[in-house]
């Protein structure tokens, strides 16, 4: 199989702080990993695409200081939120690809942010 | 641009069949996915249809027609925990996916 797992799945936090959201592939080496946003009854959002190794390549709209993007290694991601604010609240979720393009993405379980 | 369009919410009845269409514009293609994800929940991957045609997967099938620009996801034997969004997706010439809105489907007694 191809399990991709989220930590942590539920954080709420204030206004300002940041929020760390970690991404792994648990039996399989991801060369690529994505980010996306999903607001209720709305379709994926994609924010960023990262390869190992390499910085983060951002959609348009998606401020890259704001969703920092690390792919350390082969089997994590990371995106942290800085300073959230209630309009950062959204379900993230993060998939992964092994080696090749057309290969199936494979979802984490998802994360809710909830900013006060 | 690109587009990817399926209707917003259909409803059936539990031990019928459903068929959720799909028609798609993008720039290039290289395969077409649908994902189902229940409420609060991740994407799970469906099917994958890269060549025209009829793929079955058990009680799901996925059918192509790159021609026509046209797929569908049939539901045969349909279960309350069928009740879920189905999600189509095309990978354009980037290999980037495209998303379509999708599809609640509800299942009715």
């Known amino acids: 199989g191809a399990v991709v797992s989220q930590h942590p799945s539920w954080v709420i936090c204030k206004s300002g702080t940041s929020v760390k959201i970690e991404c792994r592939s648990l039996?399989?080496?991801?060369?690529?990993m994505f980010w996306y946003r999903q607001f209720p009854k709305k379709s994926l959002m994609l924010m960023a695409t990262?390869?190992?190794?390499?910085?983060?390549?951002?959609e348009q709209g998606v401020e890259k200081d704001k969703f920092l993007i690390n792919h350390a290694s082969l089997t994590l991601s990371t995106l942290t939120v800085t300073s959230a604010h209630p309009e950062d609240s959204s379900f993230y979720i993060c998939?992964?690809?092994?080696?090749?393009?057309?290969?199936?993405?494979?979802f984490g379980p998802g994360t809710r942010l909830l900013v006060l | 641009g690109q587009n990817i369009d399926q209707p917003t919410e259909m409803t059936a009845t539990e031990g019928a069949i459903v068929q959720i269409n799909c028609t798609y514009q993008?720039?290039?293609?290289?395969?077409l996915f649908w994902y189902q994800q229940h409420a609060g929940e991740a994407p799970t991957f469906l099917s994958y249809?890269?060549l025209d045609g009829l793929e079955e997967k058990g009680r799901f099938s996925s059918f192509l027609s790159r021609s026509k620009g046209y797929s569908y996801l049939l539901l045969k034997e349909l279960q309350m925990k069928d009740s879920a969004s189905y999600l189509c997706?095309?990978?354009?010439?980037?290999?980037?996916?495209?998303w379509g809105a999708g599809t609640k489907l509800i299942i009715k007694p």
């Open positions: 997706a095309v990978m354009d010439s980037n290999y980037q996916l495209i």
């Open positions: 039996d399989f080496q991801a060369t690529t």
């Open positions: 249809n890269v």
């Open positions: 990262s390869n190992e190794g390499s910085k983060a390549t951002y």
């Open positions: 993008t720039s290039g293609f290289n395969g």
């Open positions: 998939s992964a690809r092994r080696g090749q393009v057309s290969e199936t993405q494979y």
